[in-house]
């Protein structure tokens, strides 16, 4: 803010300062190092770069954004000729997509801008480019090694594409072209070739260094080190074990190598603690033991029947849904003013909606036969029932004004979750719930500030309460 810089003066000296101390003064980068400082400059000077200016410092050298002339496009085409990059449209418009658009804009197009460069065009063309032989692949490839040019493969894809894909045209691969050049390819590739001997030596270091060594762990933060163990020894436990390091003592997943013992015992003992070994409730809390089960066994109920107890005695037996079952059980949730739209009565009542489907063709049957009628979609309610069929327009609002007088609290929530026939009685009426509590004369949003003033202090009570 402001207040840290109360004059330009203070202003000037913060720049001077960072640009003595090597800061990036870039406005990008001041937003997010100095954005006091950067609002400042802004405010006292009417902009960033006049800032910078009275501070003493070129603005150009600071600036990241490249201001094109006629003049710098031919100046950087000719260095990148002179240094044997690849001017070819495409390899520049992958490179330096700036340069490429700068020279469109001064010129008309690109082959003109480079005609102005003094530089034939058919030569960096790829479309005109003449074919490689071998002998001009090898030479082309000495000739940037004289020069000190990266020669890794990496590099010369965005240098010099045409090269590449010559070589590889010419002698099956990059590699073994840079070796046909008399040049050793170890000398000049970035990424080191992985060896059985190189993945134990990598693994044994990790271990001294005292990094860790789980599965998860090498193949998140050391991908090329999983890889090649698993290239080399099948998996990656047998390449730990391979480099004379206990496995277990450095896995995460233990579990993963218990042996048939050890499964039925774990079993025996959760039986004997008296914990529900329900496949459902297992699953949820020990799910890698239901897989051991499944790996060793075949299946959790030949585990638990092969640890000496009888599957039949620890599963939860399903629900068998009748047509009676399904017609009693919609009228009990009717009854209690349930919300029984399909979404939410498949959640809160499993396998009601499948039985439904099943026994009468469509849920919307299977209310029609329990006696209740299916309205719009949303509610249903059963034909003369005390608690549905008696709402009116009148009811429902005489009965919020007398909840408003009792200091119930109103709000959209609470009538929903413990009012529910009054809810959807009032929204059946007048379309939504708030609408039936304006036209019942009540603000609906002063009464929800209200409440919300009233639970605050019993919030608070409850707090110092405990």
């Given at each position: 803010?402001?207040?840290?810089?109360?004059?330009?003066?203070?202003?000037?000296?913060?720049?001077?300062?960072?640009?003595?101390?090597?800061?990036?003064?870039?406005?990008?980068?001041?937003?997010?190092?100095?954005?006091?400082?950067?609002?400042?400059?802004?405010?006292?000077?009417?902009?960033?770069?006049?800032?910078?200016?009275?501070?003493?410092?070129?603005?150009?050298?600071?600036?990241?954004?490249?201001?094109?002339?006629?003049?710098?496009?031919?100046?950087?085409?000719?260095?990148?000729?002179?240094?044997?990059?690849?001017?070819?449209?495409?390899?520049?418009?992958?490179?330096?997509?700036?340069?490429?658009?700068?020279?469109?804009?001064?010129?008309?197009?690109?082959?003109?801008?480079?005609?102005?460069?003094?530089?034939?065009?058919?030569?960096?063309?790829?479309?005109?480019?003449?074919?490689?032989?071998?002998?001009?692949?090898?030479?082309?490839?000495?000739?940037?090694?004289?020069?000190?040019?990266?020669?890794?493969?990496?590099?010369?894809?965005?240098?010099?594409?045409?090269?590449?894909?010559?070589?590889?045209?010419?002698?099956?691969?990059?590699?073994?072209?840079?070796?046909?050049?008399?040049?050793?390819?170890?000398?000049?590739?970035?990424?080191?070739?992985?060896?059985?001997?190189?993945?134990?030596?990598?693994?044994?270091?990790?271990?001294?260094?005292?990094?860790?060594?789980?599965?998860?762990?090498?193949?998140?933060?050391?991908?090329?080190?999983?890889?090649?163990?698993?290239?080399?020894?099948g998996i990656y436990r047998r390449a730990?074990?391979?480099?004379?390091?206990?496995?277990?003592?450095?896995?995460?997943?233990?579990?993963?190598?218990?042996?048939?013992?050890?499964?039925?015992?774990?079993?025996?003992?959760?039986?004997?603690?008296?914990?529900?070994?329900?496949?459902?409730?297992?699953?949820?809390?020990?799910?890698?033991?239901?897989?051991?089960?499944?790996?060793?066994?075949?299946?959790?109920?030949?585990?638990?029947?092969?640890?000496?107890?009888?599957?039949?005695?620890?599963?939860?037996?399903?629900?068998?849904?009748?047509?009676?079952?399904?017609?009693?059980?919609?009228?009990?949730?009717?009854?209690?003013?349930?919300?029984?739209?399909?979404?939410?009565?498949?959640?809160?009542?499993?396998?009601?909606?499948?039985?439904?489907?099943?026994?009468?063709?469509?849920?919307?049957?299977?209310?029609?036969?329990?006696?209740?009628?299916?309205?719009?979609?949303?509610?249903?309610?059963?034909?003369?029932?005390?608690?549905?069929?008696?709402?009116?327009?009148?009811?429902?609002?005489?009965?919020?004004?007398?909840?408003?007088?009792?200091?119930?609290?109103?709000?959209?929530?609470?009538?929903?979750?413990?009012?529910?026939?009054?809810?959807?009685?009032?929204?059946?009426?007048?379309?939504?719930?708030?609408?039936?509590?304006?036209?019942?004369?009540?603000?609906?949003?002063?009464?929800?500030?209200?409440?919300?003033?009233?639970?605050?202090?019993?919030a608070n009570g409850e707090t110092a309460?405990?």
């Open positions: 803010m402001a207040e840290n810089f109360p004059d330009p003066e203070s202003v000037v000296r913060a720049l001077q300062r960072l640009r003595s101390e090597g800061a990036d003064l870039s406005s990008s980068r001041l937003r997010y190092s100095h954005p006091t400082l950067l609002s400042a400059a802004k405010r006292r000077f009417g902009s960033y770069a006049a800032a910078v200016r009275a501070a003493g410092i070129d603005y150009s050298q600071i600036c990241r954004l490249q201001y094109w002339t006629k003049k710098r496009v031919l100046a950087e085409l000719r260095q990148r000729h002179r240094e044997g990059i690849d001017l070819s449209h495409v390899a520049l418009g992958r490179t330096d997509r700036p340069l490429l658009s700068a020279a469109e804009q001064y010129f008309g197009n690109y082959r003109s801008a480079i005609r102005a460069a003094g530089i034939d065009y058919q030569k960096v063309s790829k479309r005109l480019q003449r074919r490689w032989t071998d002998q001009q692949v090898l030479d082309a490839l000495r000739d940037a090694r004289r020069r000190g040019q990266d020669l890794s493969l990496r590099q010369m894809r965005s240098r010099n594409s045409r090269l590449v894909h010559a070589a590889r045209s010419h002698f099956g691969s990059y590699a073994k072209a840079v070796q046909a050049a008399g040049i050793s390819y170890l000398t000049v590739r970035r990424n080191k070739k992985w060896t059985a001997a190189r993945v134990l030596r990598e693994i044994r270091r990790r271990q001294r260094l005292g990094k860790e060594l789980s599965y998860r762990a090498v193949q998140r933060h050391c991908p090329h080190l999983f890889f090649a163990a698993q290239h080399f020894f730990v074990e391979a480099a004379g390091i206990d496995y277990l003592s450095v896995s995460r997943r233990v579990l993963e190598y218990w042996t048939d013992e050890q499964i039925l015992q774990e079993l025996r003992r959760m039986q004997k603690d008296g914990e529900d070994l329900s496949m459902k409730v297992v699953m949820r809390h020990a799910p890698k033991l239901i897989a051991r089960c499944r790996n060793h066994f075949g299946s959790y109920a030949k585990a638990v029947q092969a640890a000496g107890i009888d599957y039949a005695t620890v599963r939860h037996p399903q629900q068998v849904w009748t047509e009676q079952k399904v017609l009693q059980t919609l009228r009990e949730l009717d009854e209690r003013g349930e919300d029984m739209r399909v979404s939410f009565l498949a959640k809160r009542v499993r396998g009601i909606v499948p039985a439904a489907n099943k026994l009468f063709g469509t849920y919307r049957k299977a209310v029609a036969a329990a006696g209740l009628q299916y309205r719009d979609g949303r509610r249903v309610s059963r034909s003369g029932s005390k608690k549905l069929a008696h709402w009116n327009e009148e009811l429902v609002l005489s009965t919020l004004r007398e909840l408003q007088e009792q200091g119930e609290d109103l709000r959209h929530r609470t009538v929903k979750d413990k009012r529910q026939p009054l809810f959807w009685a009032a929204k059946d009426f007048f379309g939504s719930y708030v609408n039936a509590v304006r036209q019942a004369g009540i603000d609906y949003w002063q009464m929800s500030q209200e409440q919300l003033r009233r639970s605050r202090p019993q309460g405990h």
